[in-house]
């Protein structure tokens, strides 16, 4: 509440203004308030009633203010304890920024538009227009002696109708309804004005046409006498012509068009606050039955690409997650397929800022621009790759350095054709290393695994796991030599402490690029036998890989914790989930509470194949149309890889029919190893003995190991090392070790369950 004297002030303030402008008599508010404190009945303030007497009708409104202010000060005076409290008192000036404020909260518009920014966008655009007229040129073109032999047809008609116009014309007709309208007045006066106009229009009009005519027939008798044939001929045609033009009829076009452009109703703000109307939310159900709209605009609704952009601000408590849930009946009340409607939330704005995309097509029907790669050109890794399009039909662009990559969607909806995408993006970088695995079997990323791949399996089979995990835990040991290699460059080659483009050229650093692509990978983590080791490296490769140049793309069908552990979905700095059915698999994709901000891979249709949502780039979520890529294109891409790596000297093991060496760490078992080199009477020994007596049993296998290898070995068998003191000498030394009851214990508890199964 305001203070009494902060009142008067307000008084004394708003009583001067309306004198000055009512020019009604004012009573002084001191004077009135003194005899008024005379009588010990009456309340120490004066009314309005007593403090302004108005003589002008125009101030009704200042006079209902008054009291509506008085009666305030009275409450104050004696409060009722039950009542409730107005907070927003009344101000003389408005609230709010001033102008400066609201310059700085202000979103400028770009001087120049996007598209003019992207070469790549400016040239396709040029490519579609050239493309349009020259299709159209070309229909025409061909269709040309049947549009002169209508027009001929119709020419006789047109002279028909040119020469009765003309007359018509010469003969003033267009006045005779005017000139009989004062006939049937019989005013004789207006008659009489309007026939000698007449007269004087058809005298003047009569000397034009006869010199019209002689003109003309004078013009035709020179061309028949002195022009060329080829100028007759021309004359005489586009005479035909035009009177085959004007003796056409309305519903009968000469021209047919050579492009039946989509038939899209422009965006209004009616169409959008009816389909906002029709998704049975109440907020905006009330605000539109009191009168207000339902939705804020806070710009035009303008042209966006191929489709219109409609932005602004929704009622109070309702989100764009709440009409991102209702895109169906959103496209409904819009009258448009579903893939034409998206809507979209704004990161730096409030929940209940919507921007509505309405395209003209639908998303996966529009054609796309051709893809800059598939024809030819190579790519650094190093630097943006354009992949695939976004609704408006610009490219989004991707830097497969630096990243590991988590793929998620239900099946049959493109997420093979995307990973396989990823890595023929790879492929076209010569110094990239490509180890691919399709544990689905069929064959999809054969184009990439064979002509390129350093190390490539398809399938599931005992064998096919096995060979991935030699190989991985090659990658795993290639991870620590690039870091030790990035530890002892300088700072001045190497002054982030990753693999940069410079570095990876350099062939005697071996830190050229390595891409795991994996598609099925639950296969891998599910594994009975080998799934805890598999899980264990891939972890370690997506924290530690991106720094050393060894990049991570896992695909799979079924994106929960158990086929994609959260060690990796967590640190996945890539996601692309194409549709998904829950809450659960769309946020291990694309990240905790990603559903609740809006971002729901669970609103694309079955007809969305290849359409997903992609976080990386340093952006917020965005929709993404992949490029399609089919088998033979994929062959035909792979190919042109594979020549590049032949003239670069990088093509190996693979693709030049190289096979690893047989890794015999597959074959035994590592926890009946370790108690074959711990006898019973030895509860604890040190990790370094341990790798020794091991290196000693199989040289093949453990030759090289050290207490650092066996501790990530035993990892994935839930066993640790524990800390063993042993007094060597008269001194205690405590050192990382193995406790054989531990080793025991595991081994029973895997013996069980294999009887049980």
Known sequence: MKHPDDENELFHRLEADMAADSGGEVVDLDKARSARDQSADSD?????????????????RDLDAFRDLDARHKESADPDPTARMVVDQPTVKAAGPGYLGRLLAAQRRPVVPLWLKSV??????????????????????????????????????????????????????????????????????????????RDGRVRLRALVTVLAMFTGLGAALALYVLAPDWLQAVSVGAVVMALGVAGRKADAPVIHRAVELPKAVKLTSDIVLRSLGSLGIPAINQAQGKGRD?????????????????????????????????????????????????????????????????????????????????????????????FGTDQRGRWVEITLM????????????????????????????????????????????????????????????????????????????????RAKVIRSLPRDICPESKVTSELANKKSLGLHPIVVGVDECQVWFEHEKYGKELEEICTDLVKRGPATGIVLLLATQRPDAKALPTGI?????????????GQLENDMVLGTSA?????????????????????????????????????????????????????????SGHALGEEPETDASTSYDLLADILAVIPADEPKVWSETVVSRLAELRPEVYDGWDPEALAAALKPNGIATVQVGRRIEGKFTNKRGVDRSHITAAVAERDEKRDAG
């Not at 120490?44 to 009704?60: C, E, F, G, L």
């Not at 979905?569 to 059915?581: H, I, P, Q």
């Not at 729901?600 to 992949?626: L, N, P």
Request: charged fraction near 25%.
């Open 294 to 386: 339902g939705f804020e605009f806070t710009a035009p609704i303008t042209r966006d690409g191929p489709g219109w952009r409609a932005e602004g601000n929704l009622p109070y408590g309702v989100t764009v997650t709440d009409i991102i849930e209702r895109r169906e009946r959103l496209a409904s009340g819009l009258r448009r397929p579903l893939g034409c409607v998206w809507p979209e939330a704004v990161p730096d704005q409030h929940t209940g800022h919507l921007v509505l995309w309405v395209g003209d097509q639908d998303m996966s029907k529009a054609k796309k621009p051709a893809w800059p790669l598939l024809k030819s050109g190579s790519t650094d890794l190093f630097k943006p790759v354009a």
């Open 120 to 197: 790549a966008e400016l040239k396709t655009a040029a490519a579609w227009v050239a493309r349009h007229y020259a299709h159209s040129v070309g229909y025409h073109a061909l269709r040309s002696p049947v549009y002169a032999a209508r027009l001929t047809l119709q020419a006789p008609s047109g002279a028909a109708k040119f020469v009765g116009g003309t007359m018509r014309w010469a003969a003033d007709r267009e006045g005779e309804p005017v000139r009989l309208a004062a006939v049937r007045r019989e005013d004789a006066a207006e008659y009489l004005k309007l026939s000698r106009q």
């Open 402 to 481: 630096y990243i590991a990559a988590v793929i998620g969607a239900i099946p049959r909806m493109g997420k093979t054709f995307l990973l396989r995408l990823l890595l023929l993006i790879a492929a076209l970088d010569p110094r990239a290393e490509l180890h691919t695995y399709d544990l689905k079997g069929t064959g999809d990323l054969d184009p990439v695994g064979e002509r390129v791949a350093h190390r490539h399996r398809a399938g599931d089979e005992e064998g096919d796991i096995e060979y991935a995990l030699r190989d991985l835990r090659a990658l795993r040991d290639e991870l620590r030599r």
């Open 569 to 581: 979905s967590a640190n996945a700095s890539a996601r692309f989930c194409l549709k998904v059915m």
């Open 44 to 60: 120490p303030t004066p009314s309005a009633d007593d403090i302004i007497h108005v003589t002008d009708s125009n101030n009704t």
């Open 595 to 651: 559903y609740k901000r809006g971002v729901r891979a669970t609103m694309f249709s079955w007809g969305d194949k290849g359409i997903h949502y992609f976080v990386g780039e340093g952006s917020d979520a965005r929709i993404v149309g992949s490029v399609y890529v089919d088998a033979p294109n994929a062959e035909s891409i792979a190919a042109r890889a594979r020549k590049l790596r032949e003239a670069a000297g990088t093509l």
